[in-house]
Each structure stands twice: as C-alpha cells, then as structure tokens.
C-alpha cells in the first residue's frame, strides 16, 4: 500500500517562507505538489524528477516555490518564499509511475496522492 504523507502546512504572514514537506513510501520517478482552494479546481504547482532533478512550475509560484529531492529520493520538498493570500489551499504530495518528462503537471498521470496539509497565507 504505497502511502504519501504530508507535513509542513500551517498560518504564515504574507511575505513569509513556509517549507512543505512529502514522504513516499517508496520511490517514484517523478513526484509533484498539487493545491486546491476552498471552492476552486485542484491547481498544479509544481513537479521534480527524483531522478535528474529537474524541476517544473506552474507561472504563479515560478521564482517563489522551489520543490527539491531530498537525499532519500523519496523525500520531496516545497520550499515556498513571499507567499501571497492567494497561495492559500489544502496542498497535496502526489506521485506517478512515469517519468516526468511527459506532461510533467498534469494531473491525470499521477496515481497516488497524499491527504493534504493546509497552508494559509493572512
């Protein structure tokens, strides 16, 4: 039973870092943060290689989030820096079978998903 488990969220200033954090179960070869605000479709935010590390972003969090392979490889991280109140949402670890070199954000290619932390941005 492959199991992804979240922590890291919690109530932060706007302008502030907060570092989000995704432990797998097992490894994947490409691993990715999701979000959904209250009433809003689930967003993609970001996506990593756990195998040449490159990463990919979505526009809004680009030069502000980071996520990072930990030494583990299946440890991700989303480090997050001058959040805005719109970054505000439940956040989800997810990871997926393939690579990430094929629609690396999308969605419909992962399988296996965290239960989400909370992060909130006043």
């Known amino acids: 039973h492959v199991q992804l488990v979240e922590s890291g969220g919690g109530s932060v200033r706007a302008g502030g870092p907060l570092t989000l954090y995704c432990a797998a179960s097992?490894?994947?070869?490409?691993m990715g943060w999701f979000r959904q605000a209250p009433g809003k479709e689930r967003e993609r935010v970001a996506a990593?290689?756990?195998?040449?590390?490159?990463?990919y972003y979505v526009a809004s969090v680009s030069g502000r989030f980071t996520i990072s392979v930990g030494n583990g490889i299946d440890t991700v991280f989303l480090q997050t820096d001058s959040l805005e109140p719109e970054d505000t949402a439940t956040y989800y670890c997810?990871?997926?079978?393939?690579?990430?070199?094929?629609?690396?954000?999308?969605?419909?290619?992962?399988?296996?998903w965290g239960q989400g932390t909370q992060v909130t941005v006043s």
């Open positions: 997810a990871a997926r079978e393939s690579g990430c070199s094929v629609q690396p954000m999308d969605a419909r290619h992962y399988h296996s």
């Open positions: 990593v290689s756990t195998i040449s590390h490159s990463a």
């Open positions: 097992r490894f994947f070869p490409c």
